[in-house]
């Protein structure tokens, strides 16, 4: 990337960035010392830099959402990591699967804290979580998706369609923030391939009635479909922005079609809903 | 003046009624002001006379160049550039008949998911969208299911990378979260798409330091996708630069 166009992307949403820096031939040279491109791995620290120095601070929103998403990474790896140590793999692949999975979300958690940090503010520290889904009891719902490799298969599912479904509402809210909208989305699509690779694992080990991309609200989930209605309600959907996916210009898109080539979004009341039994209060 | 074009834009097309209610439903949802309207002027051909539009779904001409316009509508057209190429190569896979069984199963899925991109995007942009464009799959052998498993894996990922790279330019949060309701499916399908071609590679787009996605500037995407249409598109104006 290059870090002249941080600056344009900052005046888009701050008609005045280059006063808030010295001079835009100062902060031009300043930057011309670390080189025309920036690596993924330098990206936290020059934006940190340069919104600390400008602003003092950044506008709350954005920490607010860098924030939220890393309490569910946070969740996410909780819940992977309790799963990978007490369930039985049944062969190398699908435990090699998981051991991808679990490192990216490492990672995104990561980026997140890090640009939190760079942007001058406190990523939260690591709630207490009850991964059953107990509201701290320890004796939720999930606790034997800990013992059961295919239902522990069947909740990180829930969790990465979920994880989609967040990101995504929350998009809007980082319009403006340039780099930190391209990391979140990044993050987005990343959190889609994860899904995809937990559905068809599903379908391979479970024989679910599932397909790398979500039909009408279906969990596919059988007998624990009732746990997660919440997580895919809405996603039955064939509208988009007032113009009906089925059958559109005469084409032969059938209903099922329709709803799964969008996923929806989820607002961040729906997902604090999904996600308070897992939080120990 | 614009609302004279606008009425005459809509004759030429002979759109039918429920058509033009549904691109009346979009524009107001979307909030597009009769001033982005007017962009419908420079998504036209550059050697087009007067005002005249080109009607959305005429095929563009070999060797045409083809503007997108600017703004968000410029975005748009992009996305509906990308997703015209990719329904154009699923079209083609599921027709040739190569692949069998489940794969098959899920090609006619990806197919069915990508003309339903498209046709949303020629239905939302009405006549602000470019022509239909002519692929170019001269280099596909799609009797071979290596060739369409990887020029499949190379269109999702480009997709993916596309959308992620664009997503910085859009203003209107409604497209923004529209963009990210189809990147997200296009993310599934590679990830699937990655695995038929080797085991766990499902995600191998990661950057090791962040674990993060791919994200391609709009001139990077349309000089790798230029091979594969006969039309140039010009992104020059268009604001998708940087």
């Known amino acids: 990337m290059n870090v002249f166009h941080i600056f344009d992307d900052i005046a888009s949403f701050d008609a005045d960035v280059y006063d808030r820096f010295d001079t835009r031939r100062k902060v031009m040279r300043q930057f011309a010392r670390v080189g025309r491109k920036l690596t993924a791995a330098s990206l936290p620290v020059a934006l940190g830099t340069m919104f600390q120095k400008a602003y003092g601070q950044v506008p709350s929103q954005v920490l607010d959402v860098l924030n939220f998403a890393l309490t569910q990474e946070l969740l996410e790896i909780e819940v992977y990591t309790t799963g990978y140590r007490s369930v039985t793999f049944p062969d190398m692949e699908s435990k090699q699967a998981i051991e991808i999975v679990i490192d990216h979300e490492h990672k995104h958690a990561k980026f997140l804290q890090d640009t939190i940090r760079a942007l001058g503010g406190a990523p939260i520290p690591k709630p207490k979580f009850d991964v059953t889904g107990g509201f701290g009891s320890g004796n939720g719902p999930f606790k034997d998706a800990y013992r059961d490799f295919l239902f522990f298969l069947g909740t990180v599912q829930v969790f990465e369609d979920t994880g989609v479904r967040a990101y995504k509402g929350q998009a809007p809210r980082l319009i403006g923030t340039g780099d930190v909208l391209t990391g979140a989305l990044k993050i987005h699509s990343m ?45 039955e959907n064939t509208k988009q922005a007032g113009i009906e996916i089925t059958n559109i210009n ?3 898109i059938e209903p099922n079609d329709a709803s799964e080539s969008f996923d929806e979004p989820l607002t961040k009341e729906q997902v604090l809903d999904i996600i308070r039994p897992f939080l120990v209060m | 003046m614009v609302k004279q074009f606008r009425t005459a834009s809509e004759g030429r097309q002979e759109k039918t009624a429920p058509e033009n209610a549904q ?26 006379t007067a005002l005249a539009p080109a009607p959305a779904g005429r095929a ?25 190429l990719e329904a154009a190569f699923y079209i083609e896979v599921v027709k040739a008949g190569t692949l069998m069984g489940d794969e098959m199963k899920y090609f006619t899925d990806i197919r069915d998911h990508e003309i ?97 996605d791919l994200a391609k500037a709009p001139g990077e995407v349309l000089s790798m996708a230029d091979p594969y249409i006969q039309e140039h598109i010009d992104i020059n104006g268009s604001g998708l630069i940087g």
Request: glycine fraction near 8%.
């Open chain 2, 116 to 212: 339903a991109h498209r046709e949303f995007f020629k239905s939302a942009l009405g006549s602000a969208a470019i022509p239909a464009l002519t692929p170019d799959f001269s280099m596909v052998d799609f009797k071979n299911r290596a060739s369409i498993i990887q020029t499949a894996m190379t269109f999702e990922d480009l997709g993916v990378a596309a959308y992620n790279g664009a997503g910085k330019f859009i203003k209107n949060p409604d497209y923004l979260v529209l963009a990210g309701k189809i990147v997200s499916v296009e993310a599934r399908h590679a990830a699937y798409i990655r695995d038929l071609f080797i085991r766990n590679n499902f995600s191998n787009t990661a950057d090791p330091m962040y674990g993060l």
């Open chain 2, 23 to 48: 691109r009346r439903a979009f524009l107001r949802y979307a909030g597009i002001s009769v001033a982005s309207t007017v962009l419908v002027v420079s998504s036209c051909k550059s050697d087009d």
């Open chain 1, 250 to 252: 005469g084409m032969p």
């Open chain 1, 191 to 235: 959190e889609a391939r994860h899904a995809a690779k937990l559905r068809e694992m599903r379908k391979k080990y479970a024989g679910a009635p599932v397909k790398p991309w979500i039909t009408f609200n279906e969990p596919g989930l059988g007998d624990k479909n009732a746990l997660v209605m919440k997580n895919y309600m809405g996603e």
């Open chain 2, 60 to 84: 563009a001409k070999l060797g045409d160049i083809i503007r997108l316009g600017t703004g968000d509508v410029a975005v748009l057209n992009y996305a509906y550039a990308l997703e015209q």
